[in-house]
């Protein structure tokens, strides 16, 4: 149980990383040809090293009279002179300009790499050894100029006990005390003449502390640039970058994606259906009937499963009239309206399909029939409600009372009691009434249109409605009392992450056959003779409304 909130957000992270895949791949991608496509312009640049040893001062050793060892601090010290101004401006007055060198300890040795990058392999290998011997050059002169300096020394104590000996070895007679004086000055001369004997010695030697220990070679291949390499860190770096895009742009981002959202945000509501995208439909302008055009796809299925679910919620047979809506337009609620209604009627169910978006009605090109005569034809008392109820082709079971003419106030229409009186009419006639209404959020035809309705459905659009409007619509219609019965989640994609990630790429082994409908006559749009006759010569026949097949 302890390891259930990090389980979960691990899933939370992988359903968004699959979700916004697209800007992780674009920003690796993106990354990554810029950094192989800058490698690629550049010049090539050869690097060489030559190597250097650092050891003892030779003249340190007749000074101090014992051995001495090199610490890692002398190293440190002569790293930092390889590099130092003096070298530097050497090395520019030999070469005629100034070279591109950098300077490393070699792991844990007393060695020091000397690296110079130039354009040619020859010149790399050049500089490198030119900047070695100068350095060691400048080393050497150094510690000759110490030597010097330490004999120049010597022999003024040496000429200082000259002079003091000179005097007292002059005497013809000397005393017990002065005898003593010129045997002590006589040795202290001794010492300091064996001293300078040794520094005349090790300053012919090579002192200096520090020698080539290996000259640098041509190089055979370019130190930079290095494409692939370039190109292996910039698909590390892309990828994290990619990330931050990935997590930045969900954040951002207040659409619905997952039916886990969509429950959430709604309160609880059960999402009964989750619709996929119709990859075919390009044009959302012009409509579409998959449920006609492909009566075994997978869309067509999931229409079919909403129809399942509403049977199960339903199983009390008090669902006779459903409220199709949105939070806002252009969520597929008119489509799942027409879809519905086909799939409902092939199970032997007599459907009608109000057009009540009073707004911009689209119901009756998704059936194949006009707008008018409809609803507010009868509502005006233009037509009589028989008169202005369509058979749908192809359709057996399923009527279309259209929109009819747009009128000036829709609201007033909709909350009139001859609307009341129509919706149960048409409840008396039909097995299931589908109303399809404006969205909530702009007009409150919806909210209005709800106390008609047995069950209400919002449909939801994938990527497209806000999470604050799928809030917003589900109070507006707790104000109306009327909770929704259930979401569609419409357009699902495969990547839609959460609950709404299905794979809709199976295939059917057995082909949906529906039942053969019951007959139906349409002449006169549906009379109540008909549909008084179409009761009474159907089984099980109550209660009426959504039943389980």
Known sequence: MELEPVEINLRIYLQIIRRRFLWILAVTVLIVVVAVAYSSVQKKQYSATAQLLVQPASGSVPISGTQQTVSSTDVLTELSLVTSTPVKTQVTKKLGYSPNV?????????????????????????????????????????????IDAAEQQLQGQI??????????????NPSAGTTSTISALASQEAVLKEQLAELQVTGSETPGGIEVAT???????????????????????????????????????NKVYTKDEAERLSGGVPVLAMIPQIKSWKKATRPMLITELDPFSTVTEAYRSLRTSLQFAGHDGQMNTIL?????????????????????????????????????????SFLGRNETPGFTSVLLGQEELQNAIQPVRNAPGLSLLGSGPIPPNPIELVASDKAAEIFR?????????????????????ALVLSNYADAVLMVVMVGQTAKAQVERATELLAQADAR???????????????????GYDYSYKYRYTPQPPLEVNHNGGGSPETATRRRSTSPDRTPRGIRQT
């Open 484 to 502: 929704p019965t259930g979401i569609v989640l419409n357009r699902v994609i495969r990547r839609s992450g959460g609950g709404a990630e299905y």
């Open 324 to 364: 199709v809506t949105s939070a806002s337009g252009r969520e597929g609620k008119t489509s799942t309206v027409a879809n519905l209604g086909v799939v409902l009627s092939q199970a032997n169910q007599s459907v009608v399909v109000v057009g009540c978006d009073l707004r911009r009605p689209r119901i009756a």
């Open 102 to 146: 950098s300077a490393a300890e070699v792991g844990q040795t007393n060695l020091i790499g000397v690296t110079a990058t130039a354009s040619t392999p020859a010149e790399a290998a050049t500089v490198a050894n030119t900047y070695a011997k100068t350095f060691v050059a400048q080393q050497a002169t150094s510690a000759i100029d110490a």
């Open 425 to 445: 009419t048409l409840a008396d006639k039909f097995d299931i009434v589908l109303i399809d209404s404006p969205p909530l959020l702009p007009v409150a035809d």
């Open 159 to 172: 000429n200082a006990l000259n002079a003091q000996l000179q005097p007292l070895e002059s005497q013809q």
């Open 215 to 253: 000259e640098a070679s041509p190089p055979t291949s370019p130190s930079s640039p290095k494409p692939l390499r370039d190109g292996a860190l910039a698909l590390g770096i892309g990828i994290l970058l990619g990330l931050v895009a990935a997590f930045a742009v969900e954040y951002f981002d």
